[in-house]
């Protein structure tokens, strides 16, 4: 979680950082964390973050939603992969 720590946070129930907390973010619509406070594209996005949505956000979050404000880029596929993966851990045991 190095890549993402500096901006967000990813356990159950931690407060927000300049992003929003990860945690659960593998399959929730995009703007929809209660209580953070989205840009108007992120609110009216509509879309579900899984890979589709994840991998060319987190390559250039400006250039697939423009006006975004995540400024983040990660060019390397292999630690897109593997930052998915993880994320797809973080959730709620069944």
Not at 19 to 30: D, W
Not at 55 to 78: L, S
Request: net charge positive.
């Amino acid at each position: 979680m190095t890549s993402c720590g500096t901006c967000h946070v990813a356990e159950s129930g931690a407060p927000d950082r300049q992003g929003p907390n990860l945690f659960g973010v593998y399959g929730r619509k995009a703007g929809t964390l209660t209580g953070f406070k989205y840009s108007d594209i992120l609110k009216a996005g509509g879309w579900v973050w899984d890979e589709t949505t994840l991998d060319p956000w987190m390559e250039n979050a400006q250039a697939v939603h423009p006006g975004t404000i995540m400024n983040y880029r990660q060019r390397d596929a292999d630690k897109r992969k593997l930052i998915l993966e993880f994320l797809k851990t973080l959730k709620a045991a069944p």
